[in-house]
């Protein structure tokens, strides 16, 4: 997926096998093998292109990772407690890009708490 997610277009096996081959010695089976069961899990779709296919990812990788992280969350027994260890394993430039997208999804209309002591007073009215 790394690959087809790279080119960022439809690709085809043999780009694929010509890409692999400059780090690894790989057969062109074995690349075809893996985008065929990516085909049949539904993680790309495929056109044919006379004898071939052109194979393109169905979602994002940022999609792809949003949708491991819901999984993973969901499946605590405490979100609370798995965001906050989630958090604290957070680099200061994760940590940076996290407030940065929290901002996109709120909207410039919502107030920004970041700045305050207690963010539970703020809903409560005792802040910005």
């Known amino acids: 997926m790394t690959r087809v997610w790279k080119w960022n277009r439809p690709v085809t096996v043999r780009e694929v096998l010509e890409d692999l081959q400059q780090e690894r010695s790989i057969a062109y089976t074995t690349v075809m093998t893996v985008l065929d069961n990516l ?10 292109e006379g004898r071939a296919y052109r194979y393109e990812a ?7 990772a949003a949708a491991l992280m819901n999984d993973a969350w969901s499946q605590s027994d405490n979100p609370a407690a798995a965001l906050v ?8 430039e994760q940590r940076h890009a996290l407030r940065d997208a929290v901002r996109i999804v709120q909207g410039p209309d919502t107030p920004d708490t970041a700045g305050t002591e207690n963010p539970d007073s703020a809903a409560e009215g005792g802040g910005r």
């Open 85 to 92: 260890a989630f958090f604290g394993m957070m680099s200061d």
């Open 58 to 64: 169905v979602s994002t990788r940022a999609a792809y």
């Open 39 to 48: 085909h049949q899990k539904g993680w790309v779709r495929r056109e044919a």
